[in-house]
């Protein structure tokens, strides 16, 4: 076990999230600043590099929200935490095929990587693509966030509640250069925090997505100022869990999250109910919570795969159709993986949820 002092303060004692942010985003030695993590030969794959399908599919849905919103002649579209910049890429390609559309996009990412950010830029390489820091260049609405596994790798904080008392879990570097849990008493605004979401009430095991949830307090105010909404997909659940969802990956493989630190990637599962509720508290409309096969199926990806299997050899249909199996199977990401957008618009009739 390697465990690497550099992502501990003086007091070798951080709490969960703190260390996280270390560990993943440090500038110089986090997981995400130093390492690219996507593809075959990186130690996981996303949905956008799994299958070009999936890309356009949130690209027709972009255009189809642009469109029932009447086609307004300035639109924003920002995309969150872009990774290697695949989906974006394909966006670029799609959109042109939609002339009105695209003269009234603006593209704009937003990466906290200064590593990703450099790889996008590179990858996608295109004068209609900016980068955001804060969202301040955006001066003019709609605009509609959209970010895939965006969420799951923004790091958390874990409590447990004794009673009318929370505790918080800290990792502390012990003498031997291992790392125990240690739980420290919980900040009053933190418990301030949680006791305000009804879906944390009864939890012994509360994970809490502060750092996320302030992410989300940006966007919610620039949508509530330009009018606008945000997609989200991520891995996570519905129903509450009272346990420790963190986990890491390392080349394709499940890894101890103190094993390779910063060389491995941690995330946790995404409470879906929580953020419905926080966005209500936030006054925007939110769609009903659906999973990502109902999301692309009744966005047509498998009427666009059957299209573009037509021109196919056999051995390209069966990439084809392996890809989309792993997107949709409810054993694998079908299920597990779930969309949510909420929005401030008059209208409701997005598409991919009903
Ligand atoms: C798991 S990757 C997903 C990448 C991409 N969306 C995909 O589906 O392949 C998470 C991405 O979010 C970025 N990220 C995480 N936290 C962020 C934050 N607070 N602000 C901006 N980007 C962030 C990461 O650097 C990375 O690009």
Redesign the pocket.
């Known amino acids: 076990m390697i465990i690497n002092q550099n992502f501990f303060n003086k007091s070798r004692m951080l709490p969960v999230d703190k260390f996280l942010e270390n560990v993943l985003y440090d500038k110089k030695k986090g997981y995400?600043t130093s390492k690219i993590p996507?593809g075959y030969k990186g130690d996981f794959l996303?949905?956008?590099?799994i299958s070009n399908l999936f890309s356009e599919m949130i690209g027709i849905w972009l255009v189809t929200t642009w469109n029932t919103l009447r086609k307004p002649k300035e639109f924003n579209i920002v995309e969150?935490?872009?990774?290697?910049g695949?989906?974006t890429k394909i966006l670029i390609k799609l959109f042109k095929r939609f002339p009105e559309f695209n003269k009234a996009t603006n593209i704009f990412l937003?990466?906290?990587?200064s590593l990703?950010r450099n790889l996008q830029k590179k990858n996608i390489n295109h004068s209609k693509v900016k980068w955001t820091k804060n969202f301040n260049n955006i001066k003019k609405g709609p605009i509609i966030f959209f970010?895939?596994?965006?969420f799951d790798?923004?790091p958390i904080k874990q409590f447990t509640r004794k009673g009318s008392l929370f505790f918080e879990k800290h990792y502390l570097l012990n003498k031997k250069n291992k790392i125990d849990e240690v739980y420290k008493k919980a900040s009053i605004k933190d418990i301030s925090k949680i006791k305000k979401f009804k879906v944390l009430n009864n939890l012994k095991f509360i994970e809490f997505p502060k750092l996320g949830l302030n992410?989300l307090n940006k966007i919610t105010k620039k949508i509530s100022k330009l009018s606008g909404g945000l997609l989200l997909i991520d891995y996570g659940y519905l129903n509450s869990k009272n346990e420790n969802t963190l986990q890491s990956l390392s080349n394709h493989k499940r890894n101890n999250i103190f094993d390779n630190l910063g060389k491995a990637d941690i995330t946790s599962l995404v409470n879906f109910s929580l953020l419905n509720e926080y966005f209500i508290k936030n006054n925007l409309k939110v769609k009903k919570v659906v999973t990502q096969k109902f999301f692309l199926e009744k966005m047509g990806i498998i009427e666009r795969a059957n299209h573009l299997s037509q021109k196919m050899s056999f051995k390209e249909q069966s990439n084809l159709y392996l890809r989309l199996k792993r997107l949709l199977d409810t054993k694998l990401m079908g299920n597990l993986f779930k969309v949510i957008f909420a929005y401030k618009f008059k209208k409701n009739n997005f598409l991919g949820f009903e």
């Open positions: 995400y996507f996303t949905a956008p590099g969150l935490g872009p990774g290697n695949s989906l937003y990466e906290k990587s990703l970010g895939n596994e965006f790798s923004i992410e």
